[in-house]
């Protein structure tokens, strides 16, 4: 069973919008998403956004200024928001979560975000 759900990749056109969302199952309870990372074939998984704390966020500096990630009140769930998307984002974006206080992640299923140029 799932335990973080992502939603909202597709397919866009270059300059397009996309929004992601990650929600830690009500399965995991107290699991707390806190960031995207994006991997493509050959390539090593990198981060692309972070959340933490009371809501300090890291950006990769290829995203800077264009995308945004946010979370709800019960910190349950993390919403990444990608504007001016460029083929180079073309990419299966996971959501990472961990339980306060452990080191170990915890991986969703991925959602495959493409933009067309």
């Known amino acids: 069973q799932a335990q973080l759900v992502e939603s909202g990749g597709g397919l866009v056109q270059n300059g397009g919008s996309l929004r992601l969302s990650c929600a830690a199952s009500r399965s995991s309870p107290g699991l707390r998403p806190v960031g995207w990372y994006r991997q493509t074939p050959g390539k090593e998984r990198e981060m692309v956004a972070t959340i933490v704390g009371g809501g300090i966020t890291n950006y990769a500096d290829s995203v800077k200024g264009r995308f945004a990630i946010s979370r709800d009140r019960t910190l349950s769930t993390v919403y990444l928001q990608m504007n001016d998307l460029r083929p180079e984002d073309t990419a299966v974006y996971y959501c990472?979560?961990?339980?306060?206080?452990?080191?170990?992640?915890?991986w969703g299923q991925g959602t495959q975000v493409s933009v067309s140029s």
């Open positions: 990472k979560g961990r339980h306060p206080g452990s080191a170990r992640d915890y």
